[in-house]
């Protein structure tokens, strides 16, 4: 095993652009090869030991066996383990945006919040976040018509609009609120939301949407049946028609209203 | 400048594969030539590449743009040297065009449609595309003028009006796009066939066809009319193709060129009565080309991935839209055009997409003559010119076209002849239909070819033809074409080994043409009233004034000069 524990010199207002903050991209590295890569300050080039300071035990190691530890503010560091394929990152404090992006492998831990774009287009891995998750949470970027294609996402707070639009696959659970058009345009992923939220499974073709709290169905919905899912009943819909689509909207009875 | 001991191929001056030194003076080939030496031993040296049909500038290629930020994402390349950031793949950001092509060796370029209205957008954008010389033809086939023209079977009027439009536009040819279509996608229709009139207008495509090649001849433009055909896209329209060709048999070319050029035959040589039984013609589209002489085409080939289709087609847009369920972006550019935008990806295991791409090859290995087939792939409805060095690897080697073919559905072999097409394309071919073939087509004379007067504008390939055979080595060929050794624009080095090292101005061709002055008052008298009625802007607001092009070449032409 190897640890590398990441703190910031300073709080920045311009965001950092960090994408070489994997697993991949250090695992095999030696303290001074990491100092000297490549990270963006806004439009500046920087170099990673002019924004952090670094610390680890041992030297090069396997990915699969290499934690990165981010011990600080990191919300306004963006791309963290971006396109990471194994190891593992645990962030102690806040995560910026597109934390885990295009990833195919390995976890993140946040202990904090994550920003936007939590695991967008993720293809595989985990994701945990103890506090709160922003909008497009495993999400297609603009103009994608395919977001999250594998892998899982645990929000234990609550999570912004749009999650998981357009996801192809996955999972993505919130234990908390969802903000507006969850799971829009999905294609076949599963999101599960503890919480309330509104006008969720726009445009769905495939996959499955749960809501626990309370919410409100779109007309493209079409009511089934009740059915029970671990101990809960819920009502089960079909749509969007809109689409002629096959997705399933489930809706827990106990706490539903229109 | 002067390039030494190249092996060159410049077939429009029956040089084929000799080796031999070329001078380049005052940025046009000469007889003798001092200054830098370029040593092109053990290389190919062939003339700058000529693409008469692409995309590249105009409303169109940025709504494109505007529809697709995923394709942004794709192709991004930072500020590096004298390179302007560059973004996109299938709708690139204008720079990125001319750096591009300049890296395969290519250093002229025409856009292939824009209306007049709209004109003064698209000579902005080639304005912004570094390097290459360019021009843009003209769109006249669904124009309120034009159809009352025809309808009054005025034929000197009409002749004015493409003279004036062409002028307004600062437009190089006559370009027609689904003839009367675009207008009776106004009504939400489309015309069927040849002879179905258009609402409103009680003309035929075929008389807009006709008259407008005649107007063409009239004028003794540089540029026969450049035709995409009624039905283009639709299952069984193959019959559509060689109607129409045959309606042009009596057109007589007032220059030393075809009477048509069809542009992207391959979405026109489509058998079947549905997408089930869809099926290649292209067999008997290149029959018909193999016993007449009257036409050219190019191939409109297709390439497996993304693409985005952009066309004056508005009512074939709609049909993609649907079909696919894709995003759609649908235009309508009062008195004179529709059009639509409809991203879309080209899949191998999709068995219409397979027999598509089969046909593009088919058309161009099928035709006897490589002077009648230009390389295509109407970027970007087919797919980004930057493969066209993988579509010259499949028409030079039957090896990789079998390569190919194994990745696709088996039924292709049912649908298509591509399969028992052994002909591999030679390197002379391949210069005609890159090179020779193209300029011929549009009339520039200076173009497509390295005899004495020529341009200036050479590529030098590092591949020595004398060693390497294509056919069993095909991805030697498409490293070649990918990244010339060397692009020359007009005597400077633009591109080496890939790297952009000159971005001069190119210059932008129009045609100029004079017309009696008698026929332009009557032309004038029923303008003032349609700009009074209808057009959203005024006339003098309409045209493109010179200052829009800052290196412009008028080519003359006219009915003073047919006589």
């Known amino acids: 095993m190897r640890t590398i524990t990441l703190r910031p010199l300073a709080s920045h207002l311009v965001p950092i652009e960090a994408e070489a903050l994997t697993a991949d991209g250090l695992a095999k590295l030696s303290v001074e090869e990491m100092e000297t890569l490549d990270l963006w300050l806004g439009n500046r080039r920087t170099k990673l030991c002019d924004l952090f300071a670094i610390e680890t035990d041992g030297g090069p190691a396997p990915i699969e066996e290499t934690t990165i530890i981010l011990d600080g503010d990191f919300s306004r560091v963006k791309r963290i383990g971006e396109r990471m394929s194994a190891g593992e990152i645990h962030a102690l404090g806040d995560l910026g945006m597109h934390a885990g992006a295009g990833m195919s492998g390995g976890n993140i831990l946040v202990k904090g919040s994550a920003s936007d774009w939590l ?4 293809r595989g891995g985990s994701i945990e976040v103890k506090g709160d998750a922003g909008n497009y949470v495993g999400s297609g970027y603009r103009g994608e018509r395919c977001g999250m294609r594998g892998g899982s996402i645990l929000v234990r707070g609550s999570a912004g609009v749009f999650l998981g639009e357009h996801m192809c696959g996955g999972s993505i659970h919130v234990l908390g609120n969802a903000g507006d058009y969850p799971g829009a345009a999905n294609g076949g992923g599963t999101i599960s939301i503890g919480g309330d939220t509104h006008l969720p499974g726009a445009e769905m073709t495939k996959g499955s949407i749960s809501v626990g709290g309370r919410t409100t169905v779109l007309p493209g919905f079409q009511f089934q049946d009740e059915v029970e899912v671990e101990g809960l009943t819920y009502r089960r819909y079909v749509g969007d028609l809109v689409e002629n689509g096959k997705g399933e909207l489930l809706l827990a009875l106990a706490q539903q209203s229109a | 400048m002067i390039i030494k001991g190249g092996v060159v191929y410049d077939p429009a001056n029956g ?5 031999m030194d070329i001078c380049i003076d005052g940025g046009v080939v000469a007889e003798a030539g001092g200054g830098p030496t370029i040593d092109a031993r053990g290389m190919l040296v062939l003339p700058g590449g000529v693409d008469a049909h692409s995309h590249i500038a105009g409303p169109k290629l940025n709504a494109g743009r505007i ?12 500020l590096r ?25 290519y250093t002229t370029v025409f856009e292939a449609a824009t209306p007049i209205i709209e004109s003064r957008h698209t000579h902005e954008e080639l304005e912004a595309i570094p390097i290459l010389d360019k021009g843009a033809l003209t769109l006249f086939g669904s124009n309120w003028t034009v159809m009352e023209c025809v309808g009054e079977k005025d034929l000197p009027k009409l002749s004015a009006y493409v003279a004036w439009g062409l002028r307004a536009s600062r437009g190089y040819g006559v370009k027609i796009v689904n003839p009367g279509g675009g207008e009776a996608w106004g009504f939400g229709s489309n015309v069927k066939g040849l002879h179905d009139p258009v609402p409103e207008f009680n003309v035929t495509p075929a008389e807009i066809i006709h008259e407008l090649a005649r107007a063409n001849e009239r004028l003794c433009l540089p540029h026969s009319i450049h035709l995409h055909f009624n039905n283009l896209g639709k299952p069984g329209n193959y019959t559509t193709a060689i109607e129409t060709l045959d309606l042009l048999k009596d057109i007589v070319p007032s220059r030393d060129r075809q009477a048509v050029h069809v542009t992207h035959m391959q979405f026109s040589a489509y058998g079947g009565t549905g997408w089930r039984d869809f099926e290649s013609k292209a067999p008997e589209i290149a029959d018909y080309y193999n016993k007449n002489d009257h036409a050219t085409m190019d191939m409109g080939q297709i390439i497996f991935g993304s693409a985005t289709t952009m066309t004056a087609d508005g009512p074939l847009e709609y049909a993609n839209a649907r079909l696919l369920h894709q995003k759609w972006s649908n235009h309508d550019i009062e008195l004179e055009e529709s059009s639509g935008v409809v991203p879309l990806v080209y899949i191998r295991g999709s068995p219409v997409n397979a027999v598509q791409w089969a046909i593009g090859l088919e058309l161009a290995l099928l035709t006897e003559d490589p002077w009648k087939v230009l390389l295509t792939t109407d970027n970007p409805n087919g797919g980004p010119f930057v493969k066209y060095p993988g ?10 076209r079998e390569e190919e073919m194994a990745k696709l559905p088996e039924m292709l072999s049912k649908r298509s002849v591509i399969g028992s097409i052994d002909r591999e394309l030679g390197w002379a071919e391949i210069a005609v239909m890159t090179r020779a073939a193209p300029a011929r087509v549009l009339g520039l004379k200076e173009k497509g070819h390295l005899g004495v007067g020529a341009d200036g504008d050479v590529s030098i390939y590092e591949i020595d033809p004398r060693e390497v055979d294509p056919g069993s080595d095909p991805a030697l060929v498409e490293r070649a074409f990918t990244q010339a050794k060397y692009t020359i624009k007009a005597g400077e080095v633009v591109s080496r080994d890939g790297e952009i090292v000159g971005i001069p101005q190119g210059r932008t061709f129009w045609t100029d043409a004079s017309v009696p002055e008698e026929d332009m008052a009557r032309l004038m008298t029923s303008l003032k009233e349609k700009f009074e009625k209808y057009y959203s802007i005024q006339m003098s607001n309409y045209m493109v004034q010179e200052a829009y092009l800052s290196r412009p070449v008028a080519v003359r032409a006219g009915v003073e000069v047919a006589q």
């Open chain 2, 67 to 78: 529809m697709r930020p995923d394709d942004g994402r794709i192709g991004t390349e930072p």
């Open chain 2, 15 to 19: 040089v084929l594969g000799e080796e």
């Open chain 2, 81 to 105: 040297g004298l390179c302007r950031p560059c973004t996109g793949y299938t709708v690139p950001n204008s720079p990125a065009i001319g750096y591009r092509y300049a890296r395969m060796g």
């Open chain 1, 119 to 122: 695991g967008r287009e993720m």
């Open chain 2, 391 to 400: 579509v010259i690897a499949l028409l030079m080697s039957h090896k990789r």
